[in-house]
């Protein structure tokens, strides 16, 4: 199998919130469209001189990489999108990130479209390409717990494995820790 190719996206002011980046992804993958056992991710990132920000990255199959590339092009201007050296510097920062599978949100996963409400967590290793899922302080899911996933599983890459962090919830069940509707704390825009 080769390795997938990275795409490094930085979408500026269209990426301000983590709700705006998944949205922008959404955009990505209903025109490009992305490809089978593509995955697109959020990233933090802070370019050197610049506020810290959002910016996305894609890897597709190397075979599906140049359709993507001309699609971004393609999509840049009616989604207001920035694609190239002018953005340059958040994009670099995402492809690293995932390129080295040490940090991003993945918004798209393979197996992440077919996740139904309520499965184990077993159910949820075993069909997706989460390598694993930990309650909050750490500790390994139980795999026979049930997990609700309230249509919003954002798993993370931390030292090369996807992860998902859950919390326990009502009736001994889980739930991702990231909630699908986050509401500002204080009133400043911000998750």
Known sequence: MTAPHVIGIDAGPHTA?????????HRLAD????????????HR?????????LALSLAVPAAAAEAILD???????PAGLRFGTEAGAGAAL??????????????????GAELPGRLTVGELLAGTA???????GGAPA?????????????PEWVAGRLLLRLMPALGGTYVPFETPDPHPCCGAGHD
């Open 142 to 154: 139980d795999p026979d717990t049930v997990l609700i996933t309230r249509s919003h599983v954002r």
């Open 45 to 53: 990132v802070r370019p050197p001189g610049e506020r810290p920000g």
């Open 130 to 136: 989460i390598d694993a899922a930990e309650v909050l």
């Open 94 to 111: 995402a492809a690293a990130e995932h390129t080295g599978r040490d940090g991003g949100r993945a918004v798209y996963f393979p197996g």
């Open 71 to 77: 699609g971004l092009g393609t999509v840049a201007g």
């Open 17 to 25: 919130t983590l709700r705006a980046a998944d949205q922008v992804l």
């Open 31 to 42: 025109v490009l469209p992305l490809p089978a056992g593509a995955f697109a991710c959020t």
